[in-house]
């Protein structure tokens, strides 16, 4: 076994430092959880300033050219670097058994096993082997629509999104949007401007609301407002692969 880089386990107590029980409730009543700062000023900075380099990703996508918003995005290529690695793997372990218990309320079957390297490893026999950690940039203007991050048939119920930049200084408006929608019932939205560093989870595509006959699926898309000065970067952090 290959002894884990101080990197990884600095990263490891960060995560396991963070208070779960707490950020289960908030997944569970509110359908996001929003964390303490995990990174630091200069690991954010890090990130950011991987942006430009084109070997660090397999591709580039200009939102404005799928509509998807304004800005622009990029997916690491294999492996991304040793930071995204760490707080990927951290963090799943940390969701897994919150995913499998939404599995469990909603009537699925699928549960997903402890560890992130298991995951992968079932993403890949079903040909999803490539890799969705990603950075995204925004300037004046930009936005992102309200989407979901779904990259093929296999996909784990909870994504998280870490905050590069920071909100007021570094840019303005920009709010990380997430609104949810209900049966026969009008969507409910939340407007989210994190600290740098901090984490804001939340679901992929659906999460079990309790109802008066029992849990039922809500609906959820992210999305992010219009940034009105300065840049913006956040980086994404996914857990399934794509096809």
């Excluded at 560890?115 to 930009?142: I, K, S, V």
């Excluded at 629509?145 to 840019?171: C, E, I, M």
């Excluded at 079990?208 to 219009?226: E, K």
Aim: proline share 9%.
């Amino acid at each position: 076994m290959t002894a884990a880089s101080p990197a990884t386990n600095s990263m490891r107590a960060r995560v396991a430092a963070l208070d779960w029980p707490a950020l289960g409730r908030e997944l569970d009543d509110w359908g996001y959880a929003l964390t303490a700062p995990v990174l630091t000023p200069a690991e954010c900075a890090a990130l950011a300033a991987l942006y430009d380099d084109d070997a660090r990703f397999r591709t580039r996508i200009a939102m404005a050219r799928y509509r998807f918003g304004v800005g622009d995005y990029a997916y690491f290529a294999h492996p991304p670097p040793r930071l995204v690695r760490a707080l990927r793997t951290a963090l799943y372990a940390r969701l897994a058994p919150v995913a499998n218990a939404w599995m469990e309320a909603l009537g699925e079957s699928v549960r997903y096993p402890a560890r992130l390297e298991d995951f992968l490893a079932r993403c890949h026999d079903a040909g999803q082997a490539r890799p969705t950690p990603l950075l995204l940039r925004y300037g004046p203007g930009g936005y992102n629509r309200l989407h979901q991050d779904l990259y093929g048939p296999l996909a784990f119920p909870l994504q998280a999104t870490a905050f590069l930049s920071r909100p007021g200084a570094d840019y303005g408006g920009g709010a990380f949007l997430l609104v949810e929608q209900h049966p026969r019932q009008q969507s409910r939205g939340e407007a989210l401007l994190p600290p740098q560093g901090a984490l804001v989870v939340f679901p992929s595509a659906v999460r079990p609301v309790p109802g008066t006959r029992g849990p039922y699926r809500a609906r959820v898309r992210h999305g992010v407002g219009r940034i009105t000065r300065g840049r913006r970067f956040t980086l994404g952090v996914v857990f399934h692969d794509a096809e």
